[in-house]
């Protein structure tokens, strides 16, 4: 376990990720960070992080925007209705006294704070020492590195056990790069790996199960075009018919097309009102 704990170190010390929001300490950018880096790529995420904190630098700066500006900015970061749930969560944020709780359990009652994301901003916001976030490319260390043992929040508990209180922050993004950039699901090189040595292989190779081949194109999944419904609507609102009548969305039928509507309505993040369709927030005559 000494072994593992010095390899994590020694390789975070030459290779870890030079990222914005690791060189804050305000909860509120480092949650921001969190937030928008749930299904989105670092390099999609560093500007938008950056144009976020310029336009709303603190909780009560979002909290008291409109719902349709905040969703106008999130353009480019997908899963629109994060951007719903970021500005509910800043209002909930200002009605608790202006800022987040430092407390794990206390993060998860709120909205757009899961598992995940509270023990991330518990550890990097405020350095918990019995913070385990646990994502999908720490589970791949585990696994790897820990085969016989369940790759859990408890067992990340465990294994940072020995870390010292002031080497939590370290600890944990230390994880996150070697799982990011190491133990991806594309392929896994062994005799690459920092962990090689625990192993003594060199030849071991692993590769992803399965075939790419066979999944459905983004291009025609609802979730694109739920994309483009509120891309248009991000440049104002329009007439149901008019929206209906887009070339993007040729493809569909109507019933598909009414679904969609449907959806991101649901998630808070358009709303219908006199056959006019529009991002929650605007104004409209």
């Known amino acids: 376990m000494t072994r593992f704990h010095a390899l994590v170190f020694a390789w975070f010390q030459k290779h870890g990720r030079d990222l914005p929001w690791r060189r804050t300490t305000d909860p509120y950018a480092i949650a921001l960070s969190e937030i928008m880096l749930q299904q989105t790529q670092v390099d999609r995420v560093m500007p938008k992080w950056r144009a976020f904190l310029d336009a709303f630098p603190t909780w009560n700066d979002l909290a008291g925007a409109k719902t349709s500006d905040v969703l106008r900015l999130w353009k480019g970061l997908g899963y629109n209705r994060r951007a719903v749930m970021l500005h509910r969560l800043a209002k909930m944020v200002i009605a608790l006294g202006g800022e987040l709780p430092n407390d794990i359990a206390a993060m998860k009652k709120l909205p757009g704070i899961g598992e995940y994301t509270a023990n991330a901003i518990a550890a990097f ?142 998630d808070g993040v358009v709303e219908v009102r006199k056959n006019k369709v529009f991002l929650s927030g605007d104004d409209i005559c």
């Open 125 to 266: 916001a405020f350095r918990h020492a019995d913070a385990a976030p646990i994502d999908t490319n720490i589970i791949r260390i585990l696994r790897r590195v820990f085969p016989r043992h369940r790759p859990d929040a408890r067992s990340m508990q465990l294994l940072a056990q020995r870390i010292r209180p002031n080497d939590v922050w370290t600890w944990n993004h230390a994880l996150m790069d070697i799982g990011a950039l190491h133990c991806s699901s594309r392929g896994h090189v062994w005799g690459l790996c920092p962990f090689a040595p625990l192993h003594g292989s060199k030849e071991k190779i692993e590769y992803r199960q399965g075939s790419r081949a066979s999944q459905t194109r983004f291009e025609d999944t609802d979730r694109y075009f739920r994309g483009r419904i509120v891309d248009q609507l991000r440049e104002g609102p329009m007439t149901m018919k008019r929206l209906r009548a887009l070339p993007v969305f040729d493809r569909i039928d109507d019933e598909r097309f009414t679904t969609l509507v449907k959806r991101v309505v649901h």
